[in-house]
Nanobody, 126 residues
Framework: QVQLVESGGGLVQAGDSLRLSCAASGLTIRSYAVGWFRQAPGKERDFVAAISASGRLRNYADSLKGPFTVSKDNAKNTVYLQMNSLKPEDSAVYYC???????????????????WGQGTQVTVSS
């Protein structure tokens, strides 16, 4: 059974940093592209970042290049999202997702992903 479990969310102040984790079981992230999405109340689920199965390619939403960094630890079967200089508009539920991939695939659309975690809440106060 495939499971993706996000952790690391919480309540922080503007300008603070958070590192989200996505721990995978039932699959090996060496064979999957893993993406991060976020969804605020009443809004669509938006792409944040993705890392290829090989780890050599990263893809970011244009507005998030710089302050957000995606990385992976194959030994821990875990993908991370480092978020710096957080703003109130970054508040949302953050989800990780996995897509079967053999190389440099970093999908940015939700329907391209087969497996999803339950999400972790990030709230940034002003």
């Amino acid at each position: 059974q495939v499971q993706l479990v996000e952790s690391g969310g919480g309540l922080v102040q503007a300008g603070d940093s958070l590192r989200l984790s996505c721990a995978a079981s039932g699959l090996t992230i060496r064979s999957y592209a893993v993406g991060w999405f976020r969804q605020a109340p009443g809004k669509e689920r938006d792409f944040v970042a993705a890392i290829s199965a090989s780890g050599r390619l990263r893809n970011y939403a244009d507005s998030l290049k710089g302050p957000f960094t995606v990385s992976k630890d194959n030994a821990k079967n875990t993908v991370y999202l480092q978020m710096n200089s957080l703003k109130p508009e970054d508040s949302a539920v953050y989800y990780c997702a996995a897509a079967v991939s053999s190389g440099l695939y970093t999908p940015s659309l939700p329907h391209e992903y087969a497996y999803w975690g339950q999400g972790t809440q990030v709230t940034v106060s002003s």
